[in-house]
């Protein structure tokens, strides 16, 4: 029994088979990469989530490919940074993080349909935080030499009317695109 575990280790490290049970903890690993990346403004990290010619799709237009993803994560980045920088001294950082969950995913081979809740968490100047934004994702999935990558993520933010989902459960009935937001300066990076 051992002999064979250690032969199933092997075969998988290769890459030569992999089961579904193996794709879907690569995408739920996905998934988690993607929202560290975030999380901490790493460009580079983020837009690697991304097939070469991915397309991130939150409600303010579809961004399509790693540059253009990783060039709007950097500008995120450099926001937090001035608003860091104006921050009351004494006061902690504001910080946010996402959370995901209920993690839904249909394999076709080297392509996959997901789902999943997120929710994101904001911290005051007291270091406590609270819930402010939640809503799910919507992903077109496709397996790249070995490695599971968004072909297409479309969020869903139900803070955000144009940018909330349908009365219909996803699962069963994919949801419309989010639509354009009429005042992009109400626009979050707490969404993404």
């Known amino acids: 029994m051992i002999a064979v ?5 092997a075969v998988l490290s290769s890459g030569a088979l992999a089961s579904p049970v193996d794709d879907r903890a690569e995408i739920e690993d996905l998934h988690g990469r993607y929202l560290f990346a975030f999380d901490w403004h790493d460009a580079t990290s983020y837009a ?5 010619d991915g397309i991130l799709d939150y409600g303010a237009g579809e961004i399509k490919g790693r540059k253009a993803i990783a060039a ?11 608003a860091h920088a104006k921050a009351p001294a004494g006061g902690r950082q504001q910080g946010g993080r996402h959370i ?7 394999l076709d ?3 996959a349909h997901g789902l999943a809740y997120w929710t994101h968490m904001t911290s005051g100047p007291t270091g406590y935080g609270t819930v402010d934004f939640w809503g799910h994702y919507e992903d077109e999935l496709v397996k790249v030499d070995g490695q599971w990558l968004y072909a297409r993520r ?3 933010n139900q803070a955000i009317p144009e940018w909330s989902a349908q009365d219909a459960n996803p699962v ?3 949801s419309a695109p989010p639509r354009q937001r009429a005042t992009p ?3 979050t990076t707490a969404n993404r």
């Open 5 to 9: 575990a250690m032969l199933g280790s």
């Open 48 to 52: 690697a989530t991304f097939a070469e």
């Open 72 to 82: 709007f994560i950097e500008e995120g980045r450099k926001r937090a940074a001035e």
């Open 100 to 106: 995901i969950s209920n993690i839904v995913i249909k």
């Open 109 to 111: 081979g080297n392509k």
């Open 154 to 156: 479309r969020i869903y």
């Open 172 to 174: 069963v009935t994919s």
């Open 185 to 187: 300066a109400q626009s």
